[in-house]
């Protein structure tokens, strides 16, 4: 009988979810698909063959090109683990939950292209880490001829993407953690006489590992597949792979658009095949791991070790925060000759004439990320809503729709997309654009909303409903009121990644749309530091200020609540 | 005629498929309180929840609720008029005192002073005078149970379900609030249930009783 409740809100929501989310994917991978075996009639290429793979494969640093992208895509991701494993095996006791999400929230609203463009700033020759050592350190009284950002290694990339993903992985862990007995199993394994680290690695570790798993592979997928920091900070001749199918996307000849959606689908494969790769290194550490635990070793010098992991966290952190600040610096200056650590003159005239540009893309910036924002949380909210009349948990099947969007990769399917929303006359266009990032919004705005929504105290619903207030009344008198906080936080998640975009507002924008993030990759090779900081500054300022009123609201709104404040039962 | 009428209902966990307790028939007249006793467990909070439309996905019930005549057995929780006391007050947390009395007066009151006028006497009766803009939070124990029923009273139920609404309180603090429960509820001449494993409260409800084993 009750399963009978909300029906209809929950065919209206799939419907919506299947059509505007599940079905663009399919579509944009079935054109990329086409495309890569020579059918995209829009340029004239109207037979079935494999020879955009030839070309693909003929192509000048291809072989390159895909060695990089396993290189920094396993690396990142590893790293990135083991320090975020490593840090919370040595500050967990010290930290809880509040002040580190707090902590790591600037690290996460940061966009991935703004951090890079800091970075940038602070790591190259030119750089302000080599200004403040020079020339009193390093003797260098003009730039040194060495390769620290775009170096043919990655390492610049794979640091950059470190920054980025080891405060995600320290809060989807910190999360994780609240749900794993942590205080009795170290007590109970340091009883047996096992060190801290090793109890963590031994017993903590494979304990979190199964509830951070999704996460992990986003980050993987991520990864292999990113585009903005890897124009900025990894190599350009070869660049890795989604970097060179982008150019060859745009590039003046459009029949290298075939090989480019070839390498898109590769680029599918490509993910699929390090997930399934990642899914067999599981078994085989399972089985390692196994064998370790039944030697019984104590190891009570694993302190080293997680040391390292420690300042390896630290040290990420402070070189993230050096890049937003360099970024603000370079915005402001008008005069900085090689070596002075500081600039020798200041100016805001970068700044003064937001006619020349960035007040255009500042505002459709804004319009993009609301709209996107609101969509996706209105549906989110809908979402839940209708698992809720109906009583129901969420499928498996579900879960995977929800994470669709951010496994597959985006270069995969977008040049795809675009075909499709060219043929049906949504192209080009602010709608093709915030329909696109609503793909990547939705899904974070779901996982942000949907823990705190379920903890909600079912028991104050049904009072509600005892005292007579209906199901419209019992959500938006009740529900949403008491989930202000999270509702909020959701909402700045969604707009922080709403403003990150980048290849959806590409691809999709056809070029007429330009946002503060298609306008600072653009600009990020250029020359001229203090206007790509001010754009760079502002990309970063919208999550920032999007988190600060989603602190800030509710404080202001609710400062007479503590039963909301989180303090009170 | 006024009554709340239970006929063979049985309530079972979708899993097992194992009756909670032997199939229930009940007639609660109205102006008294009849008292349900059972040990912890037993399946006495599931009935209210039955009862008063808010039963958990993962129960099977059969049966039926008739209200003063009328099968509410299909009828959403919203709709079936009947008011449940919980354990916990369940204030809601993000409006005032007065607020949260206001959300529950019954809409037939119209006008913003005499719906203003309707709250502050319930506060009065309740001993909360001049509590309108407190926070709930800032309430004691026995001020929340109090502003609690005055909410469920403004909604003008036609039938009352009280969920062991004692056990939480300190055993000083039970007994006055039993009594103004109580007192309150009688002049209300519609019929209550309440359940409860406490031997006191159903001496005090001085109804019928009925053990639910």
Known sequence: MRNTEGRWLRLTVLGIVSAGLVLPILAGLWETARAAFGLLPAIGAETLSFDPWRQLLALPGFMTSLRLTLWTGFASTLLALAIATGFCAAMHERMDMGHSARLLTPFLAAPHAALAIGLAFLIAPSGWIARLLSPWATGWVLPPDLATVRDPYGIALILGLLIKEVPFFLLVMLAALSQVQVRAHLAAGRALGYGRGLVW???????????IRLPVFVVLSFALSVVDMAIILGPSNPPTLAVAMTRWFFAADTMLILPASAAALMQTVLVGTAILLWLGAERVAIWLG??????????????????????????????GA?????????????????????????????????????????????????????????????WLEGEDRAGMSRARWAEGLIYLPLLVPQVAFLYGLSVTFLRT???????????????????????????????????????????????????????????LRPVLTAAAIGFAVSVAQYLPTLFLGAGRIATLTTEAVTLSSGSDRRVTGVYAVLQAALPFAAYAAALMLPALLLRRRLGLAGAAP | ?????????????????????????????????????????????????????????????????????????????????????????LLFPHLSVGDNLAFGLDRAVHGRARRRAAVDAALDQAGLTGFYDRDPATLSGGQRARAALMRTLLAEPQALLL?????????????????FVFDHVRDRAVPVLMVSHDAEDAAAASGPLIALE
């Open chain 2, 1 to 89: 005629m006024n009554a709340l009428e239970l006929r063979d209902v049985t309530i079972c966990p979708s899993a097992t498929r194992v009756p909670l307790f032997a199939p229930l028939t009940l007639h609660v007249p109205a102006g008294s309180v009849t008292t349900i006793i059972g040990a912890s467990g037993v399946g006495k909070s599931t009935l209210i929840d039955f009862i008063g439309g808010h039963l958990s996905a993962g129960f099977e019930a059969s049966g039926q609720v008739t209200l003063n005549g009328r099968d509410v057995t299909r009828l959403p929780a919203e709709a079936r008029r009947i008011g449940i006391l919980f354990q916990d007050a």
């Open chain 1, 201 to 211: 690695i031994k017993v903590i570790a494979p304990q979190v590992y199964p509830l």
């Open chain 2, 163 to 179: 969920d062991e609404p004692f056990s939480k309180l300190d055993p000083d603090r039970r007994a006055d609030l039993r009594a």
């Open chain 1, 290 to 319: 196994r064998f370790w635990v039944r030697r019984g070793g104590r190891g009570l010098s694993s302190g080293p070790g997680l040391a390292l992991a420690g300042a390896g966290a630290v040290i990420l952190m402070l070189l």
């Open chain 1, 425 to 483: 006359g949504i192209s080009g266009g602010v709608v093709a654009v915030i329909w696109g990032h609503a793909l990547f919004v939705f899904p974070y705005v779901m996982i942000a909303l949907s823990d705190p929504w379920r903890a909600l105290d079912r028991r104050m619903v049904r009072a509600a409903a005892a005292l007579g207030a209906g199901p419209l009344r019992r959500l938006f008198a009740v529900k949403l009121p008491m989930q």
């Open chain 1, 322 to 382: 050096a890049a937003l600040l360099a970024l603000l610096i370079w915005s402001v200056t008008w005069r900085w000759p090689f070596p002075d650590a500081l600039p020798e003159s200041w100016s805001l005239r970068a700044w003064s004439r937001p006619s020349m540009g960035w007040g255009t893309a500042l505002r459709e910036t804004l319009a993009i990320g609301l709209a996107t924002t609101a969509l996706s949380l209105t549906l989110a909210i809908a």
